[in-house]
Nanobody
Framework: VRLQASGGGLVQAGGSLRLSCSAS????????MGWFRQASEKAREFVAR????????YYADSVKGRFTISRDNAKNTVYLQMNSLKPEDTAVYYC??????????????????WGQGTLVTVSS
């Protein structure tokens, strides 16, 4: 499956952005979807994950209550709504697809396909 992330940009602290990730090539609804991010000179880290039908979601503690992951299987798209953004949220954000069944949804090694990333910059 091919993934294309978009929606990044520059926003002030406290603001909001919505990232989108569109998929093509295979049946989107067969995959769990995740968002990861990588700040400059840091390792890539898990942000959020959503199950194939959208019933189950979970988040990194650092974004819980501020970010919301969702998906529209009819549009082959997964979203990441980011509210109350902080400067420490600045990173390149990646979407990724994971073939179930997988328990360790936070582990990037369990994801099969990756998008190219979209840069989010939060100014203070």
């Amino acid at each position: 499956v091919r993934l294309q992330a978009s929606g990044g940009g520059l926003v002030q602290a406290g603001g909001s952005l919505r990232l989108s990730c569109s998929a093509s090539g295979r049946t989107f609804s067969n995959y769990h979807m995740g968002w990861f991010r990588q700040a400059s000179e840091k390792a890539r880290e898990f942000v959020a994950r959503i199950s194939t039908n959208g019933d189950y979601t979970y988040y990194a503690d650092s974004v819980k209550g501020r970010f919301t992951i969702s998906r529209d299987n009819a549009k082959n798209t997964v979203y990441l709504q980011m509210n109350s953004l902080k400067p420490e949220d600045t990173a390149v954000y990646y979407c990724a697809a994971q073939t179930p069944p997988v328990i360790a949804g936070w582990d990037e090694r369990t994801y099969n396909y990756w998008g190219q990333g979209t840069l989010v910059t939060v100014s203070s």
